[in-house]
């Protein structure tokens, strides 16, 4: 899944480049890619699927030349989750309707590359052999309260356990009370499941999202399907899948899982996750000449001296036209920003 | 005298265009064309010379093109004021011997412009009428620790009075004892005398510069003059007027006048002197988003919207290449910064 703006990182990504598309951790490699780099040793090169958003097309065949065409889906609109994972099982499911399928995000971080494998494989140990929603909870080292947290109930072997509640975005209190309980979980939003027990969860907590795509039977991986998502996908209604589907379900179970991992949603876990010069800021694809600075990070676009004094814990973000700074600590205020240069300038700066 | 390269206003101001040649003020004119256009009614436009460094020609004759190439003295290397104005002055004295002058930088502010003209003017009076070289001294309005101090002795007419004492930079406590007192005024650096009276000076306080121009005599105003110049300019010792000559002589009169000033010598002076936006910030070339943010200036090549958050009384300046961001309170530093980079990256950034 890479249809997403990437708001929060503006300016430094745009909307016809979001994170996803950067090279954010200056190795060379863009998010998608190293999303499709980690993948590539688990899940056959054919059976990998990109969805995303149309307008970003031509940037994902740049940067995965070998994804063919048809396995690129290409949203007319922006729908969130449910709508995404409901249309790319439908087209699987008509390739293949024995399909297990793992749906994950490509703009997140994951460091322990073959812990991740192992837990994949795992994972589809377990969905194939259950009827089991399952999603990936990463074991909590901060009270962060920027994640979802998820419950964890009966266990079902070792690190698979039932899920008892989800819980989104907790104050820092409540974050520090699941920590301490040692019964919550991260929700990375990494799901596995067979497209029959997905295709069934959508059936029954989200009839009006299923009845779209159960309108097009027969026109999945056929030449028609093209038109028929035009016509139908943005009538869709915009909902992530935990909403629609994970917080409702009875077979809703999470693998406990250990690797490093990051969605990378704020500056400030981008900071966190990124090497630091040895004056303690993190620079992305500029030099830094500082003075009494520290912690701050620096995304410039296009090659930058930033010659800075008495900074401390800022996100300085340039891109062509724009300039943003802005305490880590209020990187919140970042949403709101882009909100008031759109009623002021329109898509100028967006 | 427009020859500098502000690198106090480094990075808005480089190398390639500094400070003078850019419209500082948002007027659409940049520094030197206001210079310009304020002697305009004083001086006929062909006895108005420009004495710049020869790489600027170009930026000069763009900005400036009624002055003809006869009236641009290019200078070969950068040599401080006194090798500046003794050129100069040996350049009109071979075309009138009796000339009367003044010499102004191009980079000062000057907000009431008809008490300008009325004490240029007077001054071209009293030096006409008296062998005195003739400063333009400021009434303080602050405790001013970035300029120079004229002691003023005794008055010879209303306004014009001998000079007792030259002083530098004070620190913060001498500067209010300067101005409790009364006697002490603001040097401009704008000058005026007779040819006569300047190179006499000359000859007497710095020999080897004037003996330098006296090599010379006959040159002045011919086609030799250029390779002369280029040939002797550089040998000049690097020395400042006041240091070679106003501190020296007898015959030095400040006029003490009230015109609005500034050297616009810093971030601060300028920001000072701009006008500010509803939210207190002075923005040049940008829009700004600012949230939490006052006192700042911004200074942006190139149109740019900036969006900051909880950042006061700082300078942002934006170039093509170079991103600046320091408390204005240590913009002394900025000095020092330009010479790291000079440092770490060679001329690149400069």
């Known amino acids: 899944m890479c249809g997403g703006i990437g708001s929060r990182f503006w300016p430094y990504s745009r909307t016809d480049r979001p994170k996803q598309f950067i090279d954010f951790l200056g190795t060379g490699r863009s998010l998608l890619q190293m999303s499709y780099d980690r993948i590539l040793p688990i899940i056959p090169k054919e059976n990998i699927f990109v969805v995303t958003n149309a307008v970003y097309a031509d940037v994902v065949k740049e940067q995965l030349p070998d994804i063919t065409d048809d396995r690129i889906l290409l949203e ?15 087209h699987i499911a008509a ?3 024995e399909a297990s399928i793992m749906f994950c995000p490509s703009d997140h971080l994951i460091t322990r590359e073959r812990e991740f494998e192992q837990s994949i494989v795992k994972g589809f140990e377990f ?3 259950n009827d089991a929603l399952l999603t990936l909870g990463i074991k909590p080292t901060r009270p962060e309260t920027g994640y979802g947290y998820i419950q964890i109930g009966q266990p079902v072997n070792d690190n698979i356990m039932k899920v008892k509640t989800f819980t989104e975005k907790p104050n820092r209190e409540l974050a520090q009370v ?3 309980s040692g019964e919550f979980f991260w929700n990375s939003g990494i799901f596995l499941w067979s497209a029959r027990a997905i295709t069934d969860a959508l059936r029954t907590h ?4 299923a009845n779209v795509f159960d309108k097009g039977d027969g026109v999945f991986g056929t030449a028609d399907e093209r038109r028929f998502i035009e016509e139908n996908f943005p009538g869709c209604m915009s909902i992530s899948i935990d909403f629609a589907v994970m917080e409702k379900a009875s077979n ?3 693998e406990c899982v250990t690797f490093g991992w990051s969605d990378l949603g704020t500056w400030s876990s981008l900071r966190d996750n990124s090497p ?5 800021n993190v620079t992305q694809n500029c030099e830094v000449l500082s003075y009494n600075s520290s912690g701050n990070i620096f995304a410039i676009k296009g090659r930058k001296l930033v010659a800075v004094n008495g900074l401390k814990n800022y996100v300085v973000a340039d891109s062509d036209d724009v300039l943003l700074i802005c305490p880590l600590e209020e ?3 970042i949403r709101q920003i882009v909100n008031d240069a759109k009623l002021r300038y329109g898509e100028k700066y967006l």
């Open 76 to 90: 007319p609109a922006r729908r969130n989750t449910a709508p995404c994972i409901a249309w790319a099982t439908y």
């Open 95 to 97: 390739i293949d309707s």
């Open 127 to 129: 969905i194939e052999n």
């Open 178 to 180: 699941f920590i301490d």
């Open 206 to 209: 989200v009839p009006d999202l």
């Open 252 to 254: 809703v179970y999470v």
């Open 276 to 280: 630091k010069n040895s004056d303690g």
């Open 331 to 333: 990187e919140q205020h």
